[in-house]
């Protein structure tokens, strides 16, 4: 079975400073994808960035970074110059190839002007 | 294109009702997926379908629950005499037929209030 740990419940930081928001996941599977989902009170799931397991590159939209430890099974978003528009809840989530995502509890993160 | 519907957006029914949600996936989308997401949790995967087809129905409980995907229409997620603790947002996602990867689109969600 495949599982996803978020372990900050809470996080804040300051507006336009970097903050980092960490993810390990379990698997046995070889051939995945992960992904970092922000939901903001309007309860929609917003795509945020994604990495294939197959690639070591790490992926990167904009302000928004990974830092992808596949052996360590290790996936921590990095959110750059913080904007008070990022306040959100950001769910890490993990899915097999063709098949349903596995998501984290989630890490509620508020943005302090 | 329009994106995935839900309908309604918010539901609330008394213990032993039932509840229908539905979801319009994208244009050309012949996947779709359930998710519950209950207070303060993350969403959990409850059912994943093709028209006509129920492929994994492993996250749905095992009564009062029922999902389908008709070949016309949209997709229904049916709960039967609800109860509390179905108090949850539901969400429903599709993807395009199938390749070696889909991303899922998710909807905006219902939110259903069992009073």
């Known amino acids: 079975a495949q599982t996803v740990t978020q372990s900050q419940p809470e996080m804040s930081v300051q507006e336009a400073e970097t903050v980092t928001l960490s993810c390990t996941y379990d698997?046995?599977?070889?051939?995945?994808?992960l992904f970092w989902y922000k939901q903001p009170p309007s309860r929609q799931m917003i795509l945020v960035i994604r990495?294939?397991?197959?690639?070591?590159q790490n992926a990167t939209e904009n302000r928004f970074s990974v830092n992808f430890q596949k052996a360590a099974k290790s996936f921590s978003l990095k959110i750059s110059d913080s904007q008070l528009g990022d306040t959100a809840m950001y769910f890490c989530?993990?899915?097999?190839?063709?098949?349903?995502?596995?998501f984290g509890t989630g890490t509620s993160l508020t943005v302090i002007p | 294109n329009a994106g995935v519907m839900q309908n309604p957006r918010h539901l609330v029914r008394r213990r032993g009702q039932e509840a229908r949600l539905r979801c319009s996936p994208m244009?050309?989308?012949?996947?779709v997926y359930w998710y519950r997401q209950l207070p303060e949790e993350g969403l959990k995967f409850m059912v994943y379908?093709?028209?006509?087809?129920?492929?994994?129905e492993s996250g749905m409980p095992k009564e009062r629950f029922s999902a389908e995907f008709p070949k016309e229409g949209p997709s229904i997620l049916r709960i039967q005499q609800v109860v509390r603790g179905d108090s949850a947002a539901y969400f429903c996602?599709?993807?395009?037929?199938?390749?070696?990867?889909?991303?899922?689109?998710f909807g905006p969600g219902t939110r259903l209030t069992v009073l």
């Open positions: 379908l093709q028209k006509e087809n129920i492929i994994d």
């Open positions: 990495q294939e397991a197959y690639k070591q």
């Open positions: 996602a599709s993807s395009p037929p199938k390749g070696s990867y889909n991303e899922q689109f």
């Open positions: 989530a993990f899915m097999k190839a063709g098949n349903q995502f596995y």
């Open positions: 244009k050309g989308h012949s996947h």
């Open positions: 698997t046995s599977e070889n051939n995945y994808y």
